[in-house]
């Protein structure tokens, strides 16, 4: 760990404070700063993000940077790449850059390849043999999300050898949906779980291996396989080892599709375009390595955050991919940032302060018909990221434009709004101007960051997760708070078990009243 702790952070909130003043227009700051689109807009490979619509002067920019530094991130960045204990609570490393080739021992290295290896040559095997026509993928979280969100973008580059579903919650409809119409012969079950001790996913996984058995009988092993740290939950399940594909407890959930957890994806999709995928966020990893702070992709995307969370008080953050192929990225990120840095307590087990906003969103246009209403004149509105994909692969070049334009259209009207004077001039003499001029006044100046792909390749995808990985790692470094673990997810898991129990044996447990009146409605 960085050998001397850092512990100011209030004076350095209190001078980014006084920088932000009463208020910043960001159209003023386009005036004063005629550098700002060099010193605002950042691009690696096929990456461009313009971050000139935040509300943050060039000063400002330069103080949060100082105060990164101050947070010892170069130190804590460099022990990231060398495999420290950068997860001090669980006492592990973080090396999800590892499955990318950056970074890690060459012991890691070495396992990683091996690994890669063996599911390319397992992922070539189920393509080219054609028995299988299904894949269920099976696991929640970070064994869901990421394939999920990356399953949809592939569709831009690849076609889709198989029929990839997913069995996510525990909720009967979902693996009931996922085997619908599915015939169990031709069918390839993948349960994927770092910890294998997941309730929703082994009671799935259990579903889907009646399913396979009664039709199968013993010949059902074969379509079962397990993606898993914990090999020997997935062998007390039954599961030969064989069929079990590892990663490493350095992988963390939500950072695992990198991992074999990506192995439905090689299946459906092919080792190639899962290769670029990871080359595609290698290359990121190397610019968040090797840049200075000021020129770095990932801190600039954290900085606007603390900046909007920890300076303006905003307590949400909106992500808007123009894109349908992204459309799961908000959900994604739900994970991503607010198990990651959704925390109260400092490492050193002291009150953080404010830390990972609410991050929330949905697809353009869409969200225009829906939410877009409280962006522009609720209270007080989100800093929202765009993102957006410029070349069309719907082969509908006139819905491309427009759905361009709908995005670039939003962010600009988020920082112009529409100013109560112009308001009144379209009104006239409407004798009710004095009512009716406020309600359709927008007070603009609402921060946004539009980040641009060249095109939803495997490699730009692999850019854009990665970029907001760091951009977690980042803040986690500022907040001072570990980034890696989740010890919020564990009571209510506990309590689940202990209520599910009480419930099947018909037993009233201590609970209060509420709890107690809730249990007794199932019969
Ligand atoms: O409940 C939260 C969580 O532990 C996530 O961190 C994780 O991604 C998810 O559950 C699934 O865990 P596993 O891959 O171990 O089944």
Redesign the pocket.
Known sequence: MPTEQFTDRASYYAKLEELAGKSVSIQDLFKTEPKRMDNFVMREGPLRADFSKQAISENALKALQDFAAACHLEEWRAKLFAGDTVNTSEGRAVLHMALRGVGGSKEVQKDVKAMQKRMAIFADKVRGEGKFKAVVHI?????DLGPRLVADAFQASGEMALDLRFAENVDGASINDALNGLDPKTTLVVV???????QE?RMNAEAARSWLTDKLGKKAGANFIAVTANRDGALDFDIPSEQIFDFWDWVG??YSVWSAVGLSLQIAFGPKIFDQFLKGAAKMDMHFRDQPLQDNLPVMMALTGIWNRNVLGYSSQAVIPYARRIRKLAAFLQ?LEM?SNGKRITRDGKEAGLTCPIIWGDEGTNGQHAFFQWLHQGTPGAPVDFVAVLKDHSARPEHHMALLANCFAQSEALMLGKPEYKVREELEERADADAIAPQKTFPGNRPSTTITLDELSPFALGHLIALYEHKVFVQGVIWNVNSFD?WG?QLG?VLASTILEEMEADEKGEHDASTTALMGLVK
Do not use: A, D, H, L
């Open positions: 696991g929640i979280g970070g064994s994927v779980s770092k910890s294998f001790t997941t996913t959930g939500r994970q198990e989740q997810v898991k």
